[in-house]
């Protein structure tokens, strides 16, 4: 195994790693809003990369529909059969929740007088 003869002295040392500088990132002008943009990045401000909108930021904002209307068009393209069962399996959950949530109410209002 390779043993050096000698210990290496700290100029000797200093002098070999004189090169191993940090260097400033490359900073670009984003051709979309103008601002400085790291080279080779989407941009954070407006989510363009080579003149095309890549993320979300750049893209106008979407209304989302409800919850509650997905789920049923989503029930709508199912087999009759499977929305059957799965209308009968939710039915009776909504109506403990339904019942829970009156008996909370009262409780409240009870303990408010």
Do not use: I
């Not at 979309?32 to 750049?58: D, F, P």
């Not at 399996?89 to 209002?109: H, L």
Request: proline content about 5%; charged content about 35%.
């Amino acid at each position: 195994m390779a043993v050096p003869k000698k210990r290496t002295g700290h100029s000797a040392q200093g002098k070999r790693r004189s090169n191993w500088k940090a260097t400033k990132p490359t900073l670009t002008k984003c051709p979309n809003c103008g601002q400085a943009v790291l080279a080779h990045t989407v941009c954070t401000a407006c989510g363009t990369y080579k003149g095309k909108t890549v993320s979300k930021k750049g893209q106008p904002e979407v209304v989302e529909t409800p919850v509650e209307e997905v789920k049923e068009t989503k029930k709508a393209k199912k087999s009759t059969k499977k929305a059957k069962v799965e209308a009968l399996e939710e039915a009776p959950k909504a109506e403990v929740v339904e019942e829970k949530t009156e008996e909370a109410k009262e409780t409240s209002e009870e303990k408010a007088e």
